[in-house]
């Protein structure tokens, strides 16, 4: 198996950064990290006890010249890209979404649905387990479907299409668990609907995880939700309730349970766009860094420049208008998705925000990984797989691998 060599590095470990270090990967995995010749090594990412290959011995070197080396980015809430949408139902929209997040270091995602046809999430289902059969380096890795809706509060709706939303019966539980088997992995749903309680149950025996969004719901429906299963909050602030007063009392809602409860982890947009720097402070002040997970929530608009583009699938989806810094419905005020990339939310949170950059890498690698359960991606860690980001100071990205092999 062929080895890489990576030195002079800034390397982005879960709890920090190791200046001046070097990273071994053999194969499509990560063999070691040390710090730079002359330091002490620290014992708990020895090389496996293998010996470190001289310069000369190993098969290839990359010389970071102090640039940032990261774990491989993962967004678990992204619909599209590069001017494909995941609902679009067309194998080459898949592939121009993946390519235009690969570029920008996401190694991992989920594609991410709107509220549908029956006809079009179940095309949905179909593609990604075809892409999964095929998995290769030069794509990011699939880590199963986000279903955003159908079982949302209309009142709390944002830019999803209500001609589809649904309410979670039995019938439809059981055609989605039928029909998403081994693609299904997120489910968005507003947990205060009648027998959702059930649905989320139900989901849950099978490994699918519960998000709270688009929901109308009081802070006792969020509370009831974690006991039925829900451990996250689908884009905190964006379509849900927040205080209202009732007979003079204030009552909280879903975003005030969001950020109260330990149990629930966020997603956030850190765009710059959807929240501002202020937001963003009070978000990590009040849950933590490691229950913020960073999402683009990105439509076919990202990375590609401004111009009106379908939101949603070229057959139903409708159009809205980006200028490049974000997506906006026909009324020029509401927001429809974002045009963001990984990076773009990394470089956000730690200039505008403050955060630290290794915490900032975090909410885009360990906190997504976590929260999905997946255990060899997600940090920088010997026997992990090699998914790689280089990038400068400004979080521009300059090479991306996944499973060892350069693919940017």
Known sequence: MESTLFINGKIIL???????????VIGDRIQGIRLAEGEREPSWNRAGGEEW????????????????LAPGFIDIHVHGGGGGDFMDGKRDSWQQAMDAHLRHGTTSLCPTTLTASMEEMEKVFSLHRMFCREQ??????????????????ESMKGAQNAKYIRKPVEALT????????????IMTAAPELENAGEMARQFREVGVLLSAGHSDGRLEDVEQAVRDGYTMVTHLYSSMSTIVRENGMRRPGVLEAALLMDELDVEVIGDGMHLPASLLKLIVKTKGT?????????????????GHYKLGSLKDGQTVWSDGKVARMPDGISFAGSVATADRLIRVMHEEAGVPMWQAVNMMSRNPARALGEKEIGVLEPGKKADLVSFDEHVRIHSVYRDGVEVI
């Open 290 to 306: 490691d229950h913020v997970i960073l999402v683009t929530d990105a439509m076919r608009a990202a990375d590609l420049p401004s």
């Open 14 to 24: 879960q709890d920090g950064i190791l200046e001046q270090g070097k990273l071994l």
């Open 174 to 185: 059981r055609w989605l668990l039928e029909k998403g088997a081994g693609a299904l992995r």
């Open 53 to 68: 290959p001289a310069l000369e011995k190993a098969d290839k070197v990359v010389d970071l010249q102090g640039r940032y």
């Open 136 to 153: 290769k380096p030069c794509r990011p890795r699939l880590l199963g479907v986000h279903m955003e809706g159908p079982c949302i509060a």
